[in-house]
């Protein structure tokens, strides 16, 4: 009860970085969307920002963390953060990373996304992420254009389990 009245430290994201290539090489002047949305902040209102990639494909988006009481309200402990970051070509969309994860930071989702290397002729798949030793869920499932490997992620292309994204 006496949990309602508390602040509670929300990250809505951690830091982000990546790089963004087409067949290898960088891609310059793209600019990257990240938008979040929490409803524990401003009423669930999407939070957007933009960057640019430079000369080398790199972008980055500060940290979002903010202020709320829904962690400690009885029907806000569950709500959830969506996270998506994603560029736009003509009218086709690459995800980058989208989610949907608790209010808690977590350490192999905050790593991903200080890694979100992708080339835009990557296949999108899922990865399903095991974040249960750090506060998360057992299967995290995040979105991407991007490829990684590890012993939390299992990856999935057209709901298929692969062991190298070269099945795809």
Known sequence: MFGIFKSYQVEMSPEV????????SPVVDMKVIRKLAYEGYQKGKEQVEHAT???NGQFSFKP???KSRQPGDLFGQNMLIWQVVYVKRGETIYHLWSTHKTWNAIQPLSDLMLQLNCDLQDKKVKHQINTTDYGGIPEQVVGSICHWQGDLISTYYNN???SSYDDI
Not at 17 to 24: Q, V, Y
């Open 53 to 55: 990639t430079d000369a």
């Open 17 to 24: 970085r990546g790089r963004i290539t087409d067949g290898g």
């Open 160 to 162: 298929e389990l692969i």
């Open 64 to 66: 979002l963390v903010i």
